[in-house]
């Protein structure tokens, strides 16, 4: 029952991952926040959070949620008496639940860079907890507005977010595509 529902907790937040992960392909170019400092000279969130990661990042996470509303009815007929947590069950539901997931992985995702820079933490140095959760955290809450997330399902979601992530960073440094393992 529990490898069911890790499944199907997947499942439901694929828009958030696909998104974040889009973010940085289609990053690059104006940072969202303009380049601006504060009164300390200390940059707002910094040139890892740009408007394209952003726009490009929210657009996966919509089609994400569409493909997911298109393969529902065969997802639902054939395996619905084993889904255990929400799932998008059409297309117009699917850009909704995409888009507030998507978003708000970028949107949790720019605000950890925010709360980096306020506890002096800088780009790309670790700051645990945070840079593994920042983006689901807030795709959930945002998401939490239209569809009921038990407990459960928010604890599954959390505990697989950070196996996924360690496992994710540690093949890339493995493989060369990342300076550190985290």
Same mark, same amino acid.
């Given at each position: ?5 890790? =499944? ?8 958030? *991952? ?48 569409? !493909?997911?509303? *298109?393969?529902?009815? *065969? ?67 945002? !998401? ?14 959390? !505990? ?19 300076? =550190?393992?985290?």
């Amino acid at each position: 029952m529990i490898l069911i529902t890790c =499944v199907c907790t997947l499942y439901f937040i694929l828009p958030a *991952y696909f998104s974040n992960g889009a973010g940085l392909v289609f990053g690059g170019g104006t940072p969202v926040d303009f380049g601006k400092t504060d009164k300390n000279g200390i940059r707002w969130i910094g040139n890892g959070v740009t408007w394209r990661g952003l726009v490009g990042g929210t657009l996966i996470g919509i089609i994400t949620g569409i !493909v997911q509303g *298109y393969f529902a009815p *065969y997802i639902l007929t054939n395996f619905g008496q084993y889904i255990t947590t929400p799932i998008i069950t059409n297309i117009p539901e699917g850009i909704l639940i995409g888009f507030l997931l998507g978003f708000g992985a970028l949107l949790g995702d720019a605000i950890g860079s925010f709360l980096k820079r306020r506890l002096g933490i800088g780009r790309g140095k670790p700051a645990p907890i945070l840079d593994q959760l920042d983006f689901l955290i807030f795709a959930l809450i945002l !998401v939490s507005f239209v569809v009921k997330l038990s407990l459960e399902f928010v604890i599954i979601a959390i !505990v697989l977010t950070l196996i996924i992530h360690i496992m994710a960073n540690t093949c890339a440094y493995l493989l060369g595509l990342k300076d =550190v393992w985290y």
